[in-house]
């Protein structure tokens, strides 16, 4: 079985511009999750994603969005970046999940976004 | 606000037992969760409880105490690839989780 997987790698944008990094979540998850890790921090929760809908948001800047696919893939756009963007952006996915109940979450390898 | 609390570093050696705590501060809470982490890769799932008391899945067992806000990862049996991070995580609601900082567990032969 696949796992989640994310592309670019690797990524290196400057001030101002804008970023594009997707993912494809393990084939039968509806459920896709966005989070920044900067470096030596915890994981930040960015975005939920679920049959299409934007389900819930961190606290993060309207320059931070994204969007799921039919197929249940998903795209993190970031507006207008800063350096403080600089972080590796990991997506996760899961079974369909409720307000509460837990699904475990299923991690890939991240995109490392470098803002020169 | 919301805060989990870890040890920053844990240091053991090969056949030890070590404990990882995670005290939580959050608005929400409906569930505690374990993720591994290493250098360079991706968090992979270790474990959740949502109910006070005792998970085991192999050398991992996980404890809950939702009076005390409080919870651990045990490791059993170090092996050396268990270096690595550990992030306790709350499910606040809605599918948000809020990561701890982790603690860096270091094995020694």
């Known amino acids: 079985e696949a796992g989640v997987t994310q592309s670019p790698t690797h990524l290196i944008k400057t001030r101002g511009q804008q970023a594009t990094l997707r993912c494809s979540p393990i084939s039968g998850h509806t459920s896709v999750y966005w989070y920044q890790q900067a470096l030596g921090l915890g994981l930040q929760f960015l975005l939920w994603y679920d049959e299409g809908e934007e389900r819930n948001r961190g606290n993060f800047p309207p320059r931070f969005s994204g969007r799921q696919f039919p197929n249940y893939s998903s795209e993190l756009n970031v507006n207008a970046l800063e350096l403080e963007d600089s972080a590796l952006y990991l997506c996760?996915?899961?079974?369909?999940?409720?307000?509460?109940?837990?699904?475990?979450?299923?991690f890939g390898d991240g995109t490392r976004l470098s803002i020169l | 606000g919301q805060s989990l609390e870890q040890p920053s570093e844990v240091t053991a050696v090969e056949g030890a037992i070590v404990q990882i705590n995670c005290t939580y501060q959050?608005?929400?809470?409906?569930?505690l969760s374990w993720y591994q982490q290493h250098d360079g890769g991706a968090p992979t799932f270790l474990s959740y409880n949502a109910l006070d008391g005792l998970e085991e899945t192999g050398r991992f067992s996980s404890f809950l105490s939702r009076s005390d806000s409080y919870g651990y990862l045990l490791l059993q049996e170090l092996q050396m690839k268990d270096s690595a991070s550990y992030f306790c995580a709350v499910n606040t609601g809605f599918q948000k989780l809020v990561f701890g900082t982790g603690t860096r567990l270091l094995v020694s032969p």
């Open positions: 959050t608005s929400g809470f409906y569930g």
């Open positions: 996760a996915s899961s079974l369909r999940s409720g307000t509460g109940d837990n699904q475990p979450q299923h």
